[in-house]
């Protein structure tokens, strides 16, 4: 038995032509009939880092029978010199959540994931405590069961007042070791309120960005703040909108 949770993600190797850049995170949102892959913004284009790839690459296991089985399922990320995928700004300016729509017939017949849904959203009036337990689950540095092809997850707590904009940003914190390969994974909770033959019994708060630094930090006596942005992730009902 495999917790519905590992199938939610997907290992994303981004490209330009033939060319391997990076390794990151993401996981399927379905909005009515249309399916999606999340991921961060920086992962689909990143003006400082000069990171600009023309298509990204995802791991899709083929038979829910046999993990083992899995296929390269490639995204062009432009059409005649057009972005194919959705990001969008909030009242503090751009969010880095990303949203492509994937072709459910190019999908491989018999593919094996889960995606999450609207249900899956936080809604405003349940509270969530400050140090709430939580799962990031994705691929730090690209590592992963490759026999099985299933991510990993790491143990996190929410480190700010949930609900609100740390610092004016979109985004809260999250106190959790985490690597490059990480942007875009979601960050989730378990649900304790779920009917126990609920096929996926998890809350998708967030989609988590990148660690948190301070800029003054003094680099050789301080150690860094082990946190993270995490950005909340009802953007998405923005961002997958028809």
């Not at 019994?201 to 630094?213: E, I, Q």
Request: charge should be neutral; charged fraction near 20%.
């Amino acid at each position: 038995m495999i917790d519905s949770i590992l199938l939610t993600s997907a290992r994303i190797l981004s490209f330009n032509g033939q060319r391997s850049l990076t390794n990151a995170s993401g996981f399927y949102f379905q909005r009515d009939e249309r399916l999606f892959l999340v991921t961060s913004r920086h992962v689909m284009f990143d003006g400082p880092s000069k990171h600009s790839p023309d298509r990204l690459e995802i791991e899709v296991h083929t038979s829910g029978g046999d993990m083992g089985k899995s296929i390269g399922f490639s995204l062009p990320l432009y059409r005649q010199g057009k972005s194919l995928w959705r990001q969008g700004k909030d009242g503090g300016g751009e969010i880095d959540i990303a949203a492509i729509e994937l072709s459910r017939e190019a999908m491989p017949v018999g593919g094996a994931f889960i995606a999450f849904t609207p249900a899956h959203l936080h809604r405003s009036a349940e509270p969530i405590q400050i140090g709430s337990s939580l799962l990031i689950v994705g691929f730090p540095l690209g590592f992963h069961d490759t026999l099985h092809h299933l991510p990993v997850v790491r143990q996190a707590v929410i480190a700010s007042a949930f609900g609100l904009r740390f610092q004016g940003q979109g985004y809260f914190l999250t106190d959790a070791r985490t690597h490059r390969g990480t942007s875009g994974a979601p960050v989730v909770m378990h649900d304790g309120d779920a009917a126990p033959d609920t096929a996926l019994p998890w809350k998708l708060l967030g989609v988590h960005s990148a660690r948190m630094d301070m800029k003054d930090r003094d680099r050789v006596h301080d150690e860094s703040l082990g946190l993270n942005c995490a950005w909340y992730a009802d953007m998405l009902m923005k961002l997958t909108d028809a």
